[in-house]
């Protein structure tokens, strides 16, 4: 049948004649739906066997429900309300017993069996239902609640307490606590209350019940006894488990008390103990409470505190950072309390820099340093000064670098302490572990101070043997023997310093030389040493030094135009040495120097010779040479001089000359053409040039000059 | 970590020999502790195996399974001996009392039966439960029965008198696992809501051990007061028995080839030393864990913070 009916062919492929639409079968459907449904006609009941019918009717429906599914207890609550309506109590009863049975554990329906026993007035029967209700559902609150509320109802207020004490032995949660307490609270009986929160806070020991107990002890007038509590709690819960809370909540209760020094005590505390994390709103209430009560010192105080607090999360988080360190030494040094500031600084020391170089140690040292003077200055505490020097010499790797200051504060402190020989073994071992240009000067200064030139000499000499190329020190030892009137010493000295191989800065020595010199009024020695002096460097400065000397001179004749000649001697030499050597620019700058010297102090035929020598300044231009020594593309313009004693060398000036003479004439003629600009003798002056250049100094070789010149 | 797969199907079942380190898990296949090769599989129940048993005092292996038989394997010549009759469904667990010949199982007809092992005979019926009887579990003292349920109760039972003694309603979800500990008169019990722990005679409560989100299907405890609990979704922690503080998390290393929603670990038990744990997994392995070495307290740092009331209930 099926397999033929698969086959069947459609024979008429037409479309239908009459056409039925979706919409056509909802409307229908609609209209059909909108007819009144079929109601069950009303029984009316008018006797008692109708009743009865009824009634077994519907108990019979509710039974074969049960009998389906006797787990749903929403059949069994229909049940046993429609008994309840019906006024079979009895019977209703028994529904909700039968269905406890099943179910024991489900808490609407002793909820419901126990509110048809209330709502009948069957106190005795409801107080069974929930006796055995919180026999087998101890930890349902509800029904602690609803028993104790009827309890109250029914003004049974000692058989509700009873309830309360059987539930309390549960140890339920904190609401069924304040539940119990709130009863004792509606009577008046503060001291049951009171009872009962003490029992409440050992088995919930939270900090915020406590606050509650607290609370309602002030609410009813106790302070004494709030006082208590605050303190039994504070004692009780150990600072573990003590927060903020509390000690704001006992600060706000005496300042309510008008207890202004225990609030402030109480701040104090708190924030001594709690950490900055969990003290956020506690130094905000602090703060408002000390601008509200407090004096300057007291606002002060906080200030510090807070900046203190703020500088310790500065250092948890970057701890190396010294500048802070450095704010927060000087914020409790201004606090003034001995045990705090040093306990900031022993912290601060301790961060000594991971790696080993000067350049991260140099702030660090100044924390030692600040923390010495501190102990000596305000602490007074001078063995600790000691030991703090002593320390931070240790902790310094002396080997890669050290630092003098430190050296020389400790040595300047034990004078101060009259310890010499410490001072002195102190400075000794710091030469002897890593000698240094700044220890031995200070070093000895110190000893020249006190007077000790012997001890000087020799550490002058160990300084020297150490470093025998420093000048400076050369130049302060002959002073220093000069001072104690050592003439023939300090110029052995001098003479030895310039003996020396490799000097820095030698012109500080032979000038120093030739002061001590002329101060002694050794005119003769002066001008052997500058002959010395010259020997050795003919440099611009020199020449224009001892000319001057020269004309101050007092042994060329008293009056000083008198010693012009040997001045203009001088300067000559100077010249000729410098024209000699080439050195155009220094040569140019003595002429000057020499000009100015005849316009101030010289005559009109001195100044006439001078200002023939006086060079032209022109303009050159040259290829850049790159630090590779390949000439780059770039140019360069330069000064150079042309001295009216060299001309004669100079085959091209004169070309020069001519082409300046021509171009005078051709604006005195007014001829128009421009186009023949002077910038065609490249070739010229570089061919020129050639020979000359041979003769010049290294650098001058590297230039390649193309000339090109707009002389004034 | 090792791990044995060889099994066609869950592993729900494991149990060490005490006398010769063989392992025994599900389908009765009898493997090597110590190289993880297969020795024997025992072949007879005709539906899968939920609990075993090794007798300490008998050449014993005791097995039960959905099919509600129990067997008794005699393992000098791997064939069964007796058959125990009566459960009335699937049975799930099953516990060797360690001085008495005496067995008791559980499953899903809700009743624990105890067994005389020698005569086959029935001794009790433990009835009460409303629910499976997910665990069970035996010791010498008072109360020598416990038993888990999915009615969310636990009941310890007098084993002379055949009666509970005491029902633990704490709970609020099923209890699928029980463990006693070896060296305290205590035992717990694991739910999806907590692990539990209970002082022994009277199963009054000591304290909760919270955080095992998931659904767990099986503890175990060493001697060190360790104490394993294994969730269905795989998470494995590791809990400090005393404290109550769970000082490790795991998850159970996938098998090669298993689907996510085999991950789930079904049994475990410590080895005789206490120092291997073994887990028996929906990934049809068995895997060997221990202990790690190179922890320190650096690299686990211990972070107890005990709040300063616990749960009373």
């Avoid at chain 1, 028993?147 to 009873?162: L, S, W």
């Avoid at chain 1, 040595?411 to 000698?435: E, Q, V, Y």
């Avoid at chain 1, 003439?487 to 490799?502: H, K, N, P, T, V």
């Avoid at chain 2, 991950?263 to 221990?290: A, H, M, P, Y």
Wanted: proline share 3%; aromatic share 12%.
């Amino acid at each position: 049948m099926d397999r033929g009916s698969r086959n069947v062919k459609v024979k008429n492929k037409n479309a239908a004649a009459v056409q039925i639409t979706a919409e056509q079968l909802l409307r229908e459907a609609q209209e059909r739906s909108a007819e009144t449904p079929h109601v069950a006609p009303k029984q009316k009941i008018a006797d008692i066997d109708e009743l009865n019918d009824y009634r077994q009717k519907k108990r019979k429906g509710f039974e074969d429900a049960i009998r389906k599914n006797r787990n749903h207890i929403g059949t069994w609550l229909k049940y046993a309300a429609w008994e309840e309506q019906q006024g079979e109590l009895e019977r209703a009863r028994s529904v909700y017993e039968r269905s406890l049975d099943v179910e024991h554990r489900n808490q609407s329906l002793w909820i419901k069996y126990a509110e048809m026993e209330m709502k009948h007035k069957n106190v005795n029967m409801a107080r069974n239902i929930f006796d055995r209700a919180v026999a087998i559902l101890p930890r349902v609150d509800l029904f602690w609640y609803k028993y104790t509320y009827m309890e109250e109802v029914i003004d049974n207020v000692a058989g509700c307490r009873q309830v309360f004490e059987r539930w309390m032995s549960w140890e339920p949660s904190e609401d069924a606590w304040l539940a119990y307490v709130k009863l004792e609270k509606r009577y008046n009986e503060n001291a049951k209350a009171r009872a009962v929160f003490q029992r409440f806070v050992s088995c919930h020991p939270q900090a915020k019940n406590w606050l509650k107990w607290a609370k309602f002890e002030e609410g009813i007038g106790r302070t004494d006894f709030a006082r208590e509590i605050y303190e039994k709690c504070i004692e009780t819960l150990g600072e573990e488990f003590v927060d903020q809370n509390v000690y704001i909540s006992f600060a706000k209760f005496e300042t309510r008390l008008k207890e202004l020094e225990r609030a402030r005590a109480i701040y104090k505390y708190a924030l001594s103990k709690l950490p900055k994390s969990k003290a956020e709103n506690l130094h905000n209430v602090y703060t408002q409470f000390e601008k509200q009560y407090g004096g300057r010192e007291g606002i002060e105080d906080v200030i510090v505190a807070k900046r203190r607090v703020k500088y310790e999360e500065e250092i948890a988080a970057n701890s190396k950072d010294y500048d802070v360190w450095f704010d927060y030494t000087r914020l409790e040094e201004s606090t003034g309390d001995f045990d705090r500031i040093r306990d900031c600084y022993e912290r601060a020391i301790a961060e000594v820099p991971l790696i080993k170089e000067k350049r991260f140690w140099r702030r660090y040292i100044y924390l030692w340093l600040f923390y010495a003077v501190w102990e000596e200055k305000v602490a007074k505490d001078y063995d600790r000064t000691k030991a703090i020097y002593t320390q931070c010499l240790n902790l310094i790797p002396h080997k890669t670098f050290t630092f003098a200051k430190i050296w020389l504060n400790y040595a300047k402190f034990l004078i101060r302490r009259d310890d010499f020989t410490g001072f002195r073994k102190a400075l000794g071992t710091s030469i002897g572990m890593c000698p240094k240009d700044r220890l031995f000067r200070g070093y000895i200064e110190l000893e020249l101070k006190l007077q000790e030139v012997d001890r000087a000499r020799t550490l002058y000499e160990k300084y020297l043997t150490w470093g025998p190329g420093n000048s400076a020190a050369w130049v302060r030892f002959a002073n220093v023997e000069r001072s104690v009137g050592d003439m023939d010493r300090c110029r052995g000295i001098f003479e030895i310093a310039i003996g020396q191989e490799e000097l820095e800065m030698p012109e500080i020595l032979w000038k120093s030389y030739i002061d001590v010199e002329i101060e002694e009024e050794e005119y003769e020695k002066a001008r052997g040493l500058y002959e010395r002096l010259l020997q050795r460097s003919e440099h611009v400065k020199v020449w224009i030094a001892f000319a001057r000397f020269e004309y101050s001179n007092p042994e060329n004749g008293e009056d000083p135009s008198h010693r012009l000649p040997a001045v203009r001697k001088v300067f000559s030499r100077g010249y000729e040495t410098l024209r000699r050597k080439g050195e155009k620019a220094d040569r140019a700058f003595l002429v000057e120097t020499w000009r100015e010297f005849e316009k101030s102090f010289g005559d009109s035929a001195g100044l006439k010779i001078v200002e023939a020598k006086i060079p032209r300044m022109v303009k050159k231009r040259r290829r850049v040479v790159g630090d590779d020594g390949i000439e780059t593309g770039v140019w360069e313009e330069y000064n150079d001089y042309l001295f009216p004693d060299d001309e004669t060398e100079r085959p091209n000036l004169k070309l020069f000359e001519m082409a300046h003479a021509w171009k005078e004439k051709l604006k005195m003629g007014m001829l128009d053409s421009d186009d023949e600009s002077e910038e065609d003798e490249d070739d010229d002056s570089q061919n020129g040039q050639a020979g000359e250049q041979a003769g010049r100094s290294v650098k001058r070789k590297r230039e390649n000059e193309s000339d090109e010149e707009e002389d004034e | 970590m090792r791990v044995i797969s060889g099994h066609l199907g869950w592993v729900r079942s494991i149990a060490v020999d005490p006398s010769n380190d063989g392992l025994q898990p599900e389908l009765e296949t009898i493997w090597d502790l110590a190289t993880g090769t297969l020795k024997l599989s025992l072949t007879g129940h005709i539906s899968s195996v939920r609990g075993l048993a090794v007798s300490s005092r008998h050449p014993y292996l005791f097995s039960c399974g959905e099919d509600k038989m129990i067997k008794c394997w005699d393992l000098e010549y791997n064939k069964v001996i007796r058959q125990y009759h009566g459960h009335l469904s699937g049975i799930y667990c099953m516990s060797l009392h360690p001085t008495l010949d005496v067995l008791v199982t559980g499953g899903r007809d809700a009743t624990g039966r105890v067994w005389d092992i020698r005569t086959k005979n029935q001794i009790f019926a433990l009835t009460g439960h409303q629910g499976t009887i997910a665990d069970v579990k035996t010791q010498e003292a008072d109360p020598q029965i416990i038993t888990a349920s999915s009615d969310s109760t636990i009941k310890l039972w007098d084993l002379a008198a055949g009666k509970a003694t005491c029902t633990l309603t704490n709970h609020k979800k099923s209890v699928r696992a029980l463990a006693i500990n070896p060296n305290e008169y205590t035992f717990a019990s694991a739910s999806t809501d907590n692990i539990k722990q209970w002082k022994c005679p009277r199963g009054d409560f000591i304290q909760n051990l919270a955080g095992h989100n998931s659904i767990v299907n099986t503890l175990a405890i060493n001697q060190d007061n360790v104490m394993f609990s294994g969730g269905d979704n795989g998470s494995m922690y590791f809990w400090d028995y005393k404290t109550g503080y769970n000082f490790q998390t795991a998850e159970a290393a996938a098998q090669p080839g298993s689907l996510d929603s085999e991950n789930g670990v079904f049994c475990s038990t410590f080895d005789q030393t206490g120092l291997r744990l073994i887990t028996g997994e929906g990934d049809k392995t068995i895997k060997i864990w221990k202990e790690d070495e190179r922890a320190t307290p650096e690299t686990h740092p211990v972070n107890f913070k005990p709040e300063i009331v616990r749960p009373k209930y």
